[in-house]
């Protein structure tokens, strides 16, 4: 039996004083993160050159601060404790190189907090969600929790439109066989059509998508025009908020229905261990590689192919996978603007489509390898 994790997300709905409250512990927790990260970065500062030292250095803790800020008692402290944790893992990646130090969380951020489940300080009832310092709050549950999936975790979440959620981090036991792996396909990521795969089929995101998400540029670039500040600059930033968010659901709907169809017909599926932030900055794509949403159809093909036994099978990013010929396995260079392979052994095909051959077949030779 291994253990498997599953979010439930519903909309939640506080009332005044709960919104009130809401508001309070957002800003406590983006307080405290703010507090403890200045402390470590005038540490780190000081002994910039002495990692061990700093390695050692004790972590502050969001109690110290109580004292000299009471307001913190009025909030959730299982919150303010993960605020802890988080930033915790953010200076681990930044000393193990992963990423780039930690940076102060202002108001535009997100507005979110982690709660944890302790004695029944959360419930689902009736329609409502019972949570810490705040008692029932009323969600629109559209879907149940089965029985035996307990509750571990809740993130609550309010959007630039003003909307709030709920995340309920749920954790079952399961028992999942490997596997017998026959059918497999690579895939090879591309800009625009976000893959396409060793069958030459491309992902390509809906039709309503590029409408939408052409909306929301005409959208920006009228907010763009507007006095900051001004009442018509507010309404048209609502807009904006409004737009973006029905893209960001729309994407994500569609990379949870491609991954899921990969996921029920192939045994294994073959990526390339991509760096997107590295990427983005070497080809000069800037924002276009995150907001194709790669990052996040490669998390849910991962956890839809392990919840099955299957596999996803990440080849070094340094694999030729666009110079090689998948016919006679001859290398010739490419350049970007380059649409179609041509070797001289006679194989014509689409630049990305035996890309994507090649991922396969290297997935094929490490799975055989395993
Ligand atoms: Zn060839």
């Not at 939640?12 to 927790?29: D, H, I, R, S, Y």
């Not at 809740?154 to 309920?168: A, F, M, W």
């Not at 396409?196 to 907010?223: C, F, G, T, W």
């Not at 045994?267 to 800037?286: R, T, Y």
């Amino acid at each position: 039996m291994t253990k498997q994790n599953k979010a439930f997300k519903f909309r939640l709905f506080p009332n005044k004083e709960q919104a009130v409250l809401l508001a309070k512990t957002f800003g406590c927790v983006r307080f405290v993160y703010n507090k403890m990260l200045a402390e470590r970065k005038e540490t780190y500062v000081k002994f910039k050159d002495d990692k061990e030292i700093l390695k050692k250095e004790k972590f502050p803790t969001p109690a110290k601060y109580k004292g000299e800020f009471p307001f913190l008692k009025e909030v959730d402290s299982l919150a303010l404790a993960n605020a802890q944790i988080n930033l915790q893992t953010a200076y681990k990646n930044f000393f193990e190189g992963n990423a780039e130090f930690p940076k102060y969380k202002n108001r535009k951020a997100k507005q979110s907090y982690t709660t944890n489940l302790v004695n029944g300080n959360i419930e689902l009832k009736d329609g409502h969600i019972k949570l810490p310092k705040l008692k029932f709050v009323k969600i629109k549950q559209h879907r149940e929790i089965p029985e035996n999936y307990k509750l571990k975790s809740c993130t609550i979440s309010r959007t630039k439109s003003g909307k709030y959620y709920v995340s309920v981090l749920t954790e079952y036991e399961k028992e999942i066989k490997p596997k017998t792996i026959e059918n497999v396909i690579g895939l090879d990521f591309a800009m625009a059509e976000l893959y396409v795969s060793s069958e030459n089929e491309k992902a390509n995101y809906p039709h309503y998508y590029r409408v939408m998400s052409d909306k929301l540029a005409k959208a920006q670039r009228i907010l763009a025009k507007r006095k900051k500040g001004s009442e018509r600059w507010n309404k048209q930033r609502l807009v904006v908020a409004k737009l973006h968010e029905k893209v960001a659901n729309q994407r994500k709907n569609f990379l949870h229905l491609k991954s899921k169809e990969l996921a029920s017909y192939f045994d294994a599926v073959v990526i390339e261990d991509l760096n997107m932030k590295g990427m983005s900055q070497a080809l000069h794509f800037g924002k276009s590689v995150h907001d194709n949403g790669w990052g996040m159809f490669t998390t849910f093909l991962a956890y839809k192919l392990k919840e099955q036994g299957k596999q996803l099978v990440k080849i070094d990013k340094w694999f030729p996978s666009t110079k090689k010929c998948s016919c006679c396995g001859a290398e010739n260079p490419m350049k970007l603007s380059e649409r179609t392979y041509n070797c001289s052994c006679g194989y014509v095909a689409g630049r990305d489509y035996n890309s994507a051959i090649n991922i396969k077949n290297e997935g094929i030779r490490l799975l055989a390898l395993a």
